[in-house]
Each structure stands twice: as C-alpha cells, then as structure tokens.
C-alpha cells in the first residue's frame, strides 16, 4: 500500500498474524435507543476481532450503520461499518466514509444490499450509482491515493481495511470464484462468506480459491449462521436467496425439538442446544479448510449466544495484538 500505510485495526493486525479471526454482526434497532447496541457491544468486544454493524439490513430501516460504530466505540468494541450501494450515490457513501474515519472506524464491508421490495418501504426507489465492486475500488482510492471518485485529493489520514462478501453457493458456481477475484482485483482485503451449511461444496469453493493462489492475495472468513429452531432453518432453505440449507439439518433441528413434545418451553430449549451443537460442528469443520482465515457468525437477535459458542469452540481468549 501507499502512503507508508501500516496495519492499524485489531481485525487487520490479527488476520496480519496469521491468526484465526473472528467477526460477528450487530443489527441495530428499528428506533433512537442506543443501549441495544452498546449492550450487545460489551457482552461480544471481547469475544471477537470486530463486530459488523448492519447496514439497513433486508431494506428495513433501522439505526444507520454509522452511528452503530460511533455506539460500538464507545464501550470499547470494534466496529466494522457495513455499506451498501443501494440507498446512497456516490457522494453520499463517501462523505459517510469519511465520517467514519474522523471517528476512529477502520473496518468496512462493501455490499450491493438487499432489493428494497423485500424490506418495509417496498415501493422506495434504489440507487444503486455503483455497485459493490465500484464501491471496493472507490476506498481502496480513498485510502492508497487519498482521491475521491472526481480525482480532487482528500485532506487528512484515510486508514481502511476494506471487506466484501461472497456467496460460494449462487449459481452459476464455478462463477464465484472468478467474481471473488474480481473483488480481490478491486483492493479488497478480506472477504466474509454466506453463511456455510453445506460444507462439502464450501470444501470445493474453497480449493478452486486455493488454485488460484486467491487465498494468498485476501483473507477470507467463513459465514456461519446459528439456528435456534427447525423453522428457522426451514425459512432460511426456502426463503433466503442464496442460503443453502441441506435437508438433513432441517430433519436434525426438529427430531431435537421433538424431543421436547409438547411443552413448548422444553422443545426451544433443545432447539437451541441443538442449533449451538451445529455451530460448533460448522466452526470446527470450516477451521479445517485450506485457505480459511476465520468466521463470521451472523447471530442477530441471538447475540447473547455468541460468547459462549466462540468458548466452546475454543475460540477464547482472543490473541493479544500490538497496540497502535
């Protein structure tokens, strides 16, 4: 990188390392109450390398991303801001970015963003100036050659360590690894994953990544998706574009559910000792595959679960970084 630019995050310096990341999302609220983020901020900062705040996610409006990190920085966690290209054009995202910095955030994912007819204004025109892509190469801009778009300089430090996604299991697949390297291309510098249950085809994303010496140019963090109940897995398998749920999870969440019978409470209960069991499964196996630098559990609205699952999986304590 230009500009003498130094690993500066804890999620960078771990990754750095060579040590094994872990990431975990925050969805904030649909309202002005800051405490639910600073609550899930200090039950998860120790637990985790950086924490995503989601951008509007599923196009329902919520607290925005920005003001999430600013929460999250305040309890001592740190924030990883998401931003998606569907809502803003492109002096709006960059101006936000800079904001961002000014405050101390170092982390940003780059997301296309879900179509907004699957949110709560349906009817809302998109934006959708750049695309996700465009958008990595935008910061990647912004940091190396501190330029904005129109080529005019940015005053100031632009430090960033810049993120996208990927979904190994959309169709066509051999095309996810050629889209992965485009990104890669762009300046991204890891990459979070849809979240993973069919590992064997995980398995296979990941080698054809691996011959293409791609594992070596970005650091990639495998997706995982606790489930607490077998209607959740079922909705993620039917409902949920690009999630692919095999049937044998569906039939293992209720089989452990039916053991609860008919009360209610007792058949939760062992939805989520089942649905914990399957994570701890998903992080080991996914920790096997050549070229994996980590994971990224998307637990929202089930936070509170993510510190003790990380314990289990032996994820903890996290590894000691240099301060700076």
């Known amino acids: 990188m230009s500009n003498g630019y130094k690993a500066g995050t804890r999620l960078e310096k771990i990754l750095a390392a060579g040590k094994f990341a872990v990431t975990a999302e925050v969805g904030p609220p649909k309202g002005t109450d800051p405490e639910p983020v600073r609550k899930k901020g200090e039950k998860m900062k120790s637990a985790c390398d950086a924490l995503n705040v989601t951008d509007n996610q599923t196009a329902i409006v919520r607290l925005c991303s920005l003001a999430g990190c600013a929460l999250l920085k305040q309890v001592g966690a740190e924030p990883l801001m998401q931003i998606v290209c569907r809502d803003r054009n492109r002096i709006a995202i960059q101006s936000d970015v800079l904001g961002a910095i000014s405050l101390g955030v170092g982390n940003f994912l780059c997301l296309s963003g879900d179509h907004q007819k699957f949110g709560n204004h349906p009817t809302a025109k998109n934006v959708f100036d750049i695309d996700s892509i465009q958008l990595i190469q935008t910061l990647k801009m912004m940091r190396d050659e501190k330029k904005f778009i129109c080529g005019e300089d940015i005053s100031g430090n632009t430090p960033m360590f810049i993120g996208a996604a990927e979904n190994?299991?959309?169709?066509?697949?051999?095309?996810?690894?050629?889209?992965?390297?485009?990104?890669?291309?762009?300046?991204?510098?890891?990459?979070?994953?849809?979240?993973?249950?069919?590992?064997?085809?995980?398995?296979?994303?990941?080698?054809?990544?691996?011959?293409?010496?791609?594992?070596?140019?970005v650091?990639?963090?495998?997706?995982?998706?606790?489930?607490?109940?077998?209607?959740?897995?079922?909705?993620?398998?039917?409902?949920?574009?690009?999630?692919?749920?095999?049937?044998?999870?569906?039939?293992?969440?209720?089989?452990?559910?039916?053991?609860?019978?008919?009360?209610?409470?007792?058949?939760?209960?062992?939805?989520?000792?089942?649905?914990?069991?399957?994570?701890?499964?998903?992080?080991?196996?996914?920790?096997?595959?050549?070229?994996?630098?980590?994971?990224?559990?998307?637990?929202?609205?089930?936070?509170?679960?993510v510190p003790g699952i990380l314990e289990k999986a032996g994820l903890l304590p996290r590894p000691a970084v240099e301060a700076g």
Do not use: N
């Open 219 to 305: 650091h990639i963090l495998a997706g995982v998706i606790p489930i607490r109940t077998s209607g959740a897995a079922r909705y993620m398998q039917t409902s949920v574009p690009g999630v692919a749920v095999p049937d044998e999870i569906v039939k293992r969440m209720k089989a452990a559910e039916d053991k609860g019978g008919a009360d209610k409470k007792l058949k939760a209960e062992y939805g989520r000792e089942e649905g914990i069991k399957l994570t701890l499964e998903l992080i080991e196996q996914v920790k096997q595959i050549p070229g994996v630098h980590g994971v990224h559990l998307m637990a929202v609205g089930w936070e509170e679960a």
């Open 168 to 217: 190994p299991f959309a169709d066509p697949f051999e095309f996810r690894v050629v889209r992965l390297a485009k990104k890669i291309k762009a300046g991204a510098d890891f990459i979070q994953t849809q979240a993973v249950y069919d590992v064997p085809k995980f398995a296979r994303w990941m080698k054809m990544v691996c011959d293409r010496g791609l594992d070596k140019q």
